[in-house]
């Protein structure tokens, strides 16, 4: 079974400065990988997704992640951080292929200080 | 397009009552999971629809929790009776197959939030 480890459990950051918030996953097989973004009292938004093809993923508000095979890690990247992007953030797993269901990571807190 | 609507967006109850939540997927979404989310810790998967069959259940606490999607459309999430650690966001999410790759690509609702007392 695929498993995902974040971690930090929170990352506090100064507003403008570049972030990075790291992700390993666990799996045998092929994967796609997923992160989510949470603000408070919402739902799980889709930020951006690998799937197939270039490993290195553009989403949205600026984000992006880059797929490393070798290291089985996804870790996701701003350049420049805004007090907007204080939120929680999501890395997902899911096997390639079949129905299986993506495997969620528990979590960081991304806290971006004026 | 309208998003996956969830209700009621909170529920305060004691233990050993009953709730129950809805959720309303994306339109033409084959797929719809009802996820729980214990606070501080990612979601974690309840149960998953194929139209109106069970594809997962495997981690639903089965001698408390239940789940319909009768029609292949709406569903419900019950839980009776409710037990303190059932204190959550309940997340439902719906998903279509990614044209290229196959892969489902998860949408989700805003979430209800259960607090027991």
């Known amino acids: 079974a695929q498993s995902v480890t974040q971690l930090d459990s929170q990352v506090p950051v100064f507003e403008e400065a570049p972030v990075e918030l790291r992700c390993n996953y666990s799996?045998?097989?092929?994967?796609?990988l997923f992160w989510y973004v949470q603000y408070p009292n919402q739902g799980l938004q889709l930020l951006l997704k690998?799937?197939?093809?270039?490993?290195l993923v553009k989403g949205i508000n600026g984000f992006e992640a880059e797929f490393n095979k070798s290291q089985t890690s996804f870790h996701l990247r701003k350049p420049s951080v805004h007090i907007s992007d204080t939120a929680e953030y999501f890395c997902?797993?899911?096997?390639?292929?079949?129905?299986?269901?993506?495997?969620f990571g528990r979590g960081t807190s991304l806290i971006v200080h004026p | 397009e309208a998003g996956v609507a969830q209700s009621p967006r909170y529920k305060i109850i004691e233990k050993r009552q009953s709730v129950a939540f809805w959720c309303n997927p994306i339109?033409?979404?084959?797929?719809l999971y009802w996820y729980q989310q214990i606070l501080g810790q990612g979601p974690k998967l309840l149960i998953q629809?194929?139209?109106?069959?069970?594809?997962?259940d495997s981690q639903l606490p089965k001698d408390r929790f239940s789940a319909e999607r009768l029609k292949g459309v709406d569903s419900t999430l019950k839980i009776q009776p409710a037990k303190l650690e059932d204190s959550a966001v309940y997340l439902c999410?719906?998903?279509?197959?990614?044209?290229?790759?196959?892969?489902?690509?998860?949408?989700f609702g805003a979430g209800s939030r259960l607090t027991v007392l």
């Open positions: 997902a797993v899911k096997k390639g292929g079949g129905s299986y269901i993506p495997t």
């Open positions: 999410a719906s998903s279509f197959p990614d044209g290229a790759s196959g892969a489902n690509v998860l949408t």
């Open positions: 339109s033409g979404h084959a797929t």
């Open positions: 690998y799937l197939s093809g270039s490993t």
């Open positions: 799996s045998s097989v092929s994967v796609y």
């Open positions: 629809f194929q139209n109106n069959g069970v594809v997962d």
